[in-house]
């Protein structure tokens, strides 16, 4: 394994290569910058209805009755729909991602405040809304279950009477390694510490709520679909299975995507009903939810209740990790996740320690809140993983008196151990984790800080250092092990060069604004040596693009990416050929560099990529058995997924007089293998760890004991600003994955999952001169006044 | 998107005009000037008005700093951005410039105006806080040209509820100048931008070492932003000193009423009393001397 790790300011700047990796500016950009970005929202079809949906007030009640008569007369309303008249054509519920069913407009009952209800089509936006308020609902309200910890007792309320013999609001149980092993590990250890610890929930409050153009042709059957989706793949497959459509008649495009986070993985409501309203009416409808409704509906993230244990010896040798997670669902079990794995990657929660023996035992429960579960750059549910095992890890530092760093390092697995099974079975292809955590800690400058810090607390300044060291697995497949609904997680990718030498690629995943028209023409680039700036890549329109599961647990260049490098590679197998005809000399006497073919020891005599797409599409004859033209295709299924890892360290002060935090200083070096655009990344960067701070200080989706969202707006619901945030400092190393076609692993939630423990361990680490080993998120100013008066309690 | 509900829009020409229209349209029009809380609130539906009365175009007439020998009057459709800017404000009273850096963000000030902050009457309100602070008067003016003048106490008579009959408009603040001010504000929010968590702003008046006047205004920890006149009463002819702070501060957190909300529990509220009015104090007698 190589491991090459260099300082951020070795500035990669590739501008004098031909093609290929390195820092380019990205090829979409142009488009969002100038407002020429063509978003869901921006879909105009002549004829075009507007849809508006009614949500429920209330967290739990019997629908008593419902009625339209007024909304029906309202000016300008075509059509309102209710449960009761989806349920007639078996359109009422439908299947979540995770095996469960959700409500696609009520009929019983209400089971979370803003769960759909109604809707009402009519010309425009205005007159929609409006008629919203005609609609009258009679409720019989019932008690709702709020706090998951009492969601099994056995007086609580039964929230999924729907359900068959369901006498319980149980969701699921779910366990990984070995539990006897384990207690052994316990038993001998010399330092068992616990920490009760809540991810409270979240949400990933895309800038682009969630919406779609439906237009069905009633003549030809065909449904187009214009959707806020991050797979738009599996959604055509499901909307066929669920709707009875014919698969070849749905065609479903996700434009452009003002972010996803997560957000846009599931099939919501508001989509079928778009559907259905089209099918009704006849016209192209277009529903657009606005932020309250984003807040209150959509798919939110985290939401863990869980303890965890550590066991070590006296020296600092880490022996065992045990857990125990009460996962809160809400209504339905909406998780979007791999079909074997419940509670996702939460597996992973090992981390980056070679260890003896691990644990998990894991009780998810119905709530009356909205549904979801896996979403928010979380790696399903890695997030929340890394959050338990760095903060126990930094409870043990503690207990041991020994430097959190220190710690990390002397239980680090080593370079040598991989590929390297954990102790619940997850099989890391490559790290080198050492290297990447002194880098952090050499820019950091880790021991002058630690001098500052203690000089600042001898003068009862509060100022922590915190650090989080994180192993994410991203890149699902392999498609024997991870599905969603039946569909393998494999992705495909086409490449077809044009007579001039140009090129398309055509993607099964699709960007929320990741770069994937820049990283993919990259990769293409790197393999076939047509520059960047003639490859278009085309992603997100179904019709017109191959097979696969889409954009989320970043998965994109794991997946992906490898199916472009390889499809480049068939394409340049074949162009070999083709130059062998053309140079008149075997396969095996030719060259290859970057962009050309020539004769071994004859450089003079080549050709270029651009040559041979002429020929390949020419009068000229071509090699026996040789087919014209110049593509391929190709389906890759992952054998595993990738392992990229971090060090990541956080300096926060703390005005003792007010409690607030200030971070200071982020360090965040990563190593996702084989780096494409080093611009890229560090934006993807720069954003998660955004993410972190946010999570970390101030974001929470809270509900008042009758079920209300305290959370519906972005007034309420706190994502932080460039105010919030430093200036971040970004580091590298680099271990390619050996499974990888090009080395590459996954990037794009590293940093929202490895910087919320960083930040937390650094407020905690500023807090312990008042006794503090742990304080959950968010860490506010009252809830860090509240910890420095010994008072910390948990969000939730 | 979110839409409000149907409302009728007219633009006023005058001070007069608008008055003219508010006498007709009585409380079933609001008027609009920078609009960044009454949207949001029409948007949400938590405010449904049938007529907005846009007095923007006002702004020759209502939007001025002006310096006379004992006061400055302030227009009331002075935008943040020109509160923030005013040199004659930055020199009788920096606690503008304080308040108005942690007020929401640019785009909001350069919109938003100080007699729309006060009739909004938030009890979050940093300006509110300010001009309680400062001793402000609001002058109200209604038909005819009648006008009347009342204090800050007066002004604001409940939470979101104002001395602004329906045909009326706050159309100046007056804020009364005396030698020997300094004067700081101080707020504690989660996010920049945000609503405060706790305010406060506090004026001293000093002549030769002594205090002869000081008044502190604490925002969001009670039903409108607070005076406190025991404060006032505690520190006058006083030497400044740290303890006289402590003591001020323990007045704020006894005299104010917060409660537990997603911005903080009630108990650090009253905390975040003391500890603002001893830091703004401070300030104001730093300023005050230099």
Redesign the interface.
Known sequence: MTTVHERVDTFHDNDQKPVGYGRMLRKEDPRFLRGRGRYV?DVQLPGMLHLAILRSPVAHARIVSIDTSAAEASPGVKAVVTGAMLAQQNLAWMPTLSNDVQAVLATDKVRFQGQEVAFVVAED??AA??AL?LIDVEYDVLDPVIDARRALESDAPLIRDDLDGKTNNHCFDWETGDEAATEAVFARADVVVSQDLVYPRVHPAPMETCGAVADYDAVDGKLRLWSTTQAPHAHRTLYAIVAGLPEHKIQVISPDIGGGFGNKVPIYPGYVCAIVASIVTGKPVKW?E???ENLISTGFARDYIMRGEIAATRDGRILGIRTNVLADHGAFNGTAAPVKYPAGFFGVFTGSYDIEAAYCKMTAVYTNKAPGGVAYACSFRITEAVYLVERIVDCLADELGMDPAELRLKNFIQPEQFPYTTKTGWVYDSGNYEPTMRLAMEMAGYDELRREQAEKRARGELMGIGIAFFTEAVGAGPRKDMDILGLGMADGCELRVHPTGKAVVRLSVQSQGQGHETTFAQIVAEEIGIPPADIEVLHGDTDNTPFGLGTYGSRSTPVSGAAAALVARKVRDKARIIASGMLEVSVADLEWEKGAFHVAGDPGRSVTIQDIALRAHGAGDLPEGIEGGLEAQICYNPSNLTYPHGAYICVVDIDP????VTVRRFIAVDDCGTRINPMIIEGQVHGGLTDGVGMAL?EMI?FDEDGNC?GA?L??Y?I??S??VPDWETGFTVTPSPHHPIGAKGVGESATVGSPPAIVNAVVDALKPFGVRHADMPL???RV??AMRGQARPPI | ???P??FEYERATSVDHAISLLERLGGTARLIAGGHSLL?MMK?RLANFDYLIDINDLHGELGYVEAGPDEIRIGALTRHRELLESPVLAAAFPIFADAERVIADPVVRNRGTLGGSLCQADPSEDLSAVCTTLDARCVIRGPGGAERVVSMEDFHVGPYETAVADDEILVEIRLPVRPGCGSAYAK?E??????A?VSAGAAVWLDGGAIVDARVGLAAVGPNTTGIPAISAALRGQEPSESLYEQAGAIAADSCDPVTD????AD??R??AA??TR?TLRRAVERARS
Do not use: I
């Open positions: 929202d936006r205005y809304r409006d308020e657009m606005d932020r309250s007089g007010t409690a607030q101030m809270a305290l707006s007034m309420d706190l932080p600003t105010l919030e506010t100013p009252s006044w509240d | 998107m979110q839409v509900a149907p949001p949400l504690v989660r996010r920049a931008g945000d609503w968590v997603q911005r903080g529990s650090y509220k905390h975040l500890e603002l830091r």
